[in-house]
C-alpha cells in the first residue's frame, strides 16, 4: 500500500516540527505495511519570497493530486506589511478554497500528566476530550460585500457575516456524526438572539436533528460557550460552530491544555485530501531554537492515517506513543514544570520514535 502526502513546511518554527513528524509518519506507516511517498512544496512567506505568491500554482496542483496535506505554518512579522490580498494567511485560505475543505475539527485534549500545565484547575482539566468542529469556507471570513470606503466623510469598514442552509447542513451533519461516535452529545453554538444568520443556523441543525437520535442536541450562544468552557470544560462532547465563532472558541479551548503546541487541527472536504496541521502558527521569536514542540504536528499526522489515510491502528499507536512519552515525564519547554525533563524539538520526535 502506498499513500501520497504533500508536506508544506512553510514558515517559522514549521520548518522545525515538520522534521520529526515525516519521521514519526513513516515509521508508524511502515508499521502497518504502508510507504509513505512524501512530496514537498512551498506556502506562505517562503513562497512569497521564492515566487512571489503565497500560494503557487504548483502548491495547490500538488495538494489536490495527494492523499493528505501536512502543514507546519504561515506568516510572521517579515510579511506584515505586505497588502492583504499578499500576505501568507492567503496561502492557507487559498488551499482551504481550492481544495474544498469546509470541516475543520480540532481537538482540546488533556491526559491526567499534563493537567498542572493548564492555568485552570487540574481537576477541572485532567482527562479533558472535546473536539471542536468549525465551518470553515462561509460566514463573514468569505461574505460579500466587504471592504472599506468612505461614507459622509469618514472611512467605514464592512463584512458580510453569511450561510446558505446546505453549507449549514452539511457542517451539522459532520457533527452528529462524529458525536455519535464519542458520547453522543453535540452543542451547536450562535448568537441566535441577535443574528438572524444564526437563527437560520439554529433552525436547520434542529431540523436535522432527527436523523440522528441517538445524539442529545443543545444549543449555546457564543458568549457563554466560551464562559462555560473555561468554567466546566468537560460538560461538551463535540462543538459545532461558525468560521468566526469557531476560530475564537478553539484558541479558547486550546490553552485549557496548557499549550497551543500540543493541539492538532485537521481540515476535511466532502470527499478528496484532508489538511493537517498544528494550531500553533510560526512561533517566529522561537524559531531556529529547537525548543518548539512538535507533538500537536505528531498528533496531525495520527488524524491524517484516522481520517484520509484510513489506517486508524496507525492513528491509535501514535496517539500511545506520545502518552508513553509525556507519562514518562518528557516535557518541551512550553508545557514544563520545574521537575520535568525538558528536552527539545528533535529530541521529542525521537522520544516518540522510540515508542513507537
Avoid at 478528496?272 to 510560526?282: A, I, K, N, S
Wanted: with cysteine; aromatic share 4%.
Amino acid at each position: 500500500m502506498k499513500k501520497n502526502v504533500l508536506v508544506l513546511p512553510g514558515d517559522g518554527i514549521g520548518q522545525e516540527v515538520v522534521e520529526p513528524a515525516i519521521s514519526v509518519m513513516d515509521v508508524a506507516a511502515k508499521q502497518e505495511g504502508c510507504e509513505i511517498i512524501v512530496t514537498q512544496g512551498l506556502v506562505g512567506g517562503v513562497a512569497i519570497d521564492e515566487t512571489g505568491s503565497p500560494l503557487p500554482a504548483e502548491t495547490l496542483k500538488l495538494a489536490k493530486a495527494a492523499d493528505a496535506v501536512l502543514l507546519g505554518g504561515v506568516g510572521g512579522p517579515k510579511w506584515d506589511d505586505l497588502p492583504m490580498a499578499s500576505r501568507p494567511e492567503k496561502g492557507l485560505l487559498g488551499l482551504r478554497q481550492g481544495l474544498g475543505l469546509f470541516a475543520n475539527l480540532r481537538p482540546a485534549l488533556l491526559s491526567a500528566p499534563l493537567a498542572s500545565a493548564s492555568s485552570l484547575k487540574p481537576d477541572l482539566v485532567a482527562d479533558l476530550d472535546i473536539l471542536i468542529i468549525r465551518e470553515l469556507t462561509g460566514g463573514i471570513y468569505f461574505g460579500e460585500p466587504r471592504g472599506i470606503e468612505t461614507r459622509d466623510n469618514e472611512r467605514v469598514g464592512f463584512n458580510t457575516m453569511v450561510y446558505s442552509e446546505h453549507e449549514i447542513e452539511r457542517i451539522a451533519r459532520v457533527g452528529f456524526e462524529l458525536a455519535s461516535k464519542r458520547n453522543k452529545r453535540l452543542c451547536s453554538v450562535d448568537k441566535a438572539n441577535v443574528l438572524e444568520v444564526s437563527q437560520l443556523w439554529r433552525e436547520v441543525v434542529n431540523s436535522i436533528a432527527g436523523d440522528y437520535p441517538d445524539v442529545e442536541l443543545s444549543h449555546m450562544y457564543v458568549d457563554n460557550a466560551a464562559m462555560q468552557l473555561v468554567r466546566a470544560p468537560k460538560q461538551f462532547d463535540v462543538i459545532v460552530t461558525t468560521n468566526m465563532f469557531g476560530d475564537i472558541l478553539s484558541d479558547v479551548a486550546a490553552m485549557l491544555t496548557g499549550s497551543l503546541g500540543m493541539l492538532p487541527s485537521a481540515s476535511l472536504a466532502a470527499s478528496g485530501v484532508g489538511l493537517y496541521e498544528p494550531v500553533h502558527g510560526t512561533a517566529p521569536d522561537i524559531a531556529g531554537k529547537d525548543i518548539a514542540n512538535p507533538l500537536a504536528t505528531i498528533l496531525s499526522v495520527g488524524m491524517m492515517f484516522r481520517y484520509s489515510l484510513d489506517i486508524p491502528a496507525a492513528a491509535n499507536n501514535i496517539d500511545k506513543a506520545v502518552a508513553e512519552v509525556l507519562a514518562e515525564g518528557y516535557r518541551t519547554a512550553d508545557i514544563a514544570g520545574p521537575k520535568d525533563d525538558v528536552v527539545g524539538c528533535r529530541t521529542m520526535g525521537e522520544l516518540v520514535i522510540e515508542r513507537l
